[in-house]
Structures are given as structure tokens and as C-alpha cells.
DNA sequence: ATCGCTTTTTGCCATATGGCAAAAGTTACG
DNA sequence: CGTAACTTTTGCCATATGGCAAAAAGCGAT
């Protein structure tokens, strides 16, 4: 609830009708929020671990787009918005600890509590700018310099995520990877 | 004003009072909508041409994040809507011909037409959408693959961009960007 | 502690791309 | 036309990263 109170005053009648409509819950590394070619029918907040959004491209390698930590907002919004087939998995990095939302109960809470868009629309805004402050790795720049742009951009994270999941971001092989970090030391 | 229609109906009146807030403007090649640590005053749309998005990185390299082609909404929207310094430039790559507004004009219009914020909800939504479609390079792929995947995002563009500037966009040399294109031929 | 499983590191060689500089091709303009 | 300015192609060699496979390290369950 705190996460909500952050963005926006909630009276304790609004408090409680959130609470009904949430559910704790947790989910084991590896665990699935969501699908590639299933409707995301849930909408998340981390209360605690990592969870990563990823995809596999046309030679079956499996990819990661971007990871989504601590307080974060944790959605396919294409997808849950529109009602159609996600194109990405979004998967737990480490174990997590989330509060989800079904499809049908965010509309409800949207459409009952005066004042929940608003606050929807920060948080929204927040994660919209987060992702542009986390912007994808850029291709113009080489492996070292997007793997020190990577503990920039998400601090602490680092010695949380494997090896192989980091590399998949960065564009490069594991084993590269493994490489750069013994450069660095 | 056609472009308007595409998304919603305008009464007479309306169309009016658009086009009298707006201008139409000529930008030449190298001109510039809006510059890094300005704030970004003007909200546009292209009818003829293609413009890009690009900024300078630690080495002074210049490098592009995406081009914008006919018909697309042409805006740094964090910049305009938050009114805060632009981190990146908005450059005419060829002769264009664009539908401007002024912020002012901008706010006028969503205060005063009943209607033109679904509009522009709508036009946002796309210009989402399409900049999702035409997502940043992946690292992960290799140059080439890079290249053919630009060409499928862009059709028709490859033919009216300066190597110099695609190049940055894939995050290649511009000669070796000249020599994946000979290998492919 | 020990075993089995997963993750990370390393070695060796192949290859894509970069860096630099010059040549060739294009375009604009007097 | 002819020249200058820009854009694209090419050559040569250096280097970062990949591919593959094996070794090493970490970790959980018994």
C-alpha cells in the first residue's frame, strides 16, 4: 500500500478496496508473469527481487530486453492494454516477491476509485522515464563501455543477475562477458 | 488537416481553429526542431521528408537513435510535455515540409477543442506503437542482420539517409556499413 | 564432507568490425 | 563545363568478440 501512497493520497475506504483487489504474491526464479504469445492478464508491482523481460530471437537464442527491479512497475502494457498476444516473456531473475492485480480487478479499481487514474498516470509516467533513463544498451559503443553503463544504470544489480542473462542484454557471449569483468578488476 | 481526420472527426469550426494555430513550415537539410539543452517548444508533423533523432556521445562521435519519416508525430515529448532541457537533437536529414505548433498553441487547442485530446491520445498511441515496431537495433545481432532489419522497419528509406548517419543508427563504421551493403549485392 | 548440477572462467583459433588514409564517385554552383 | 565540397568505396592491418569445448568454481541436497 505504501508503494500507492507515494503517488497520491488514498483514503483508508480506497485503501482497503485496493487490498481486496491485490494478492501477494511470490514467484520462484524462473517463474513467468507473463508470456510471448499469451494475453498478459496481470498487471505487477516488485516488492522484492529481480524479474527480466525477454524474448528468442530467429536463432533461438534467448535474449534479454531489459530487467525490472525493486519498486518497479512490472506489466507488457502493449499487451494488457490491448488485449492482445504478448511478444516477450516477462520471467523472475531472482525470487520474487510482487503484488499482482487480474486484468478484471485493475478496471475495477481504475473505474471505482476517484483519483486512481491519477495516480496509475505517475506511476506510469515513472516507469516511462525510468525506461528511458535505462535506455537498451547502445550498439555504438563497445562492451566494456556498455557493461560500466549497465552498473550506472542499474546499481546493485550486478551481483544479483547471472552471468549468462547479463551477457544476453549487453549483446555479447558469456564468456566475452567474463572476460571484460576480468579486464576491470 | 487530413492528418487529423485519419484519427477522429473535426467540425468545420474545429478544422478552422487548427489551422490557424498552425504552421506550416520548411525545413532545410541540417536544420534543427529542437536542440539539446533546449527546451523542445514545438510539436510537429511531417508531410514530406524524414528527420532523425541524434546526439553526441563521450568520444564526440554523433550518433543517431532513429529517424522519423512522413506522416509521424514529431516531438521530444519528454522535453515538451515536462518543459525541461532536451538530451538530444531533432534534425532535418532531408529537405522537409512540416505541420508545427507552438506549446502555447498546443495547449490552446487540447483546452479548447472538445475531443482533440482523444485525438492526440490516439496519435501518441501510435507513434508508441510504431516506435515499438521500429525498436533500436539489437545488440545481439550482427551487423548485417542489423542492416536487413533496419530496411524491413524502414522501407524505402535506405535510398534517402547519408550512409554516415545509418551507420550511426546501426552502430557501424561508415565503411563498414559500404561493405556490408557490397556483400549483400 | 560428498555428489550432482549450474554458473563462471579459460584456452585456442576464426572472423567481423574498426581505424586510418586514399581513391572514386556525386552534387552543387559559378 | 569545371572546380570545390561532400559522400561513398576500397585497401591494409589491428583488435575485439565469437565459437566451441574443457576446466574450475559455486551451491544445494543428502
Known amino acids: 500500500m505504501n ?74 502494457l502493449v499487451s494488457f492494454e490491448n488485449r492482445v498476444p504478448a511478444s516477450e516473456y516477462v520471467e523472475a531473475v531472482t525470487d520474487c516477491t510482487i503484488i499482482t ?28 522515464q525510468q525506461k528511458i533513463e535505462r535506455r537498451t544498451p547502445l550498439v555504438s559503443e563497445d562492451a566494456t563501455t556498455r557493461y560500466l553503463s549497465f552498473m550506472e544504470k542499474y546499481p546493485g544489480l550486478i551481483n544479483r543477475i547471472p552471468l549468462s542473462q547479463l551477457a544476453s542484454y549487453l549483446g555479447i557471449t558469456q564468456s566475452s562477458l567474463s572476460r571484460i569483468r576480468k579486464g576491470l578488476s
Open 101 to 128: 492485480f487480474s486484468y478484471a480487478n485493475w478496471q475495477y479499481l481504475m473505474q471505482t476509485i476517484v483519483g486512481f487514474e491519477i495516480i496509475m498516470f505517475k506511476i506510469t509516467q515513472r516507469a516511462l
Open 3 to 76: 508503494f500507492f501512497l507515494q503517488f497520491g493520497s488514498l483514503n483508508p475506504q480506497q485503501q482497503e478496496l485496493i487490498t481486496q483487489k491485490a494478492q501477494l504474491t511470490h514467484f520462484k526464479k524462473g517463474d513467468y508473469l507473463s508470456e510471448a504469445g499469451k494475453v498478459a492478464n496481470t498487471v505487477g508491482f516488485i516488492l522484492e527481487g529481480i524479474m527480466r523481460v525477454c524474448f528468442y530471437n530467429n536463432k533461438g537464442e534467448e535474449i534479454t530486453r531489459y530487467f525490472i527491479d525493486e519498486n518497479n512497475l512490472l506489466v507488457d
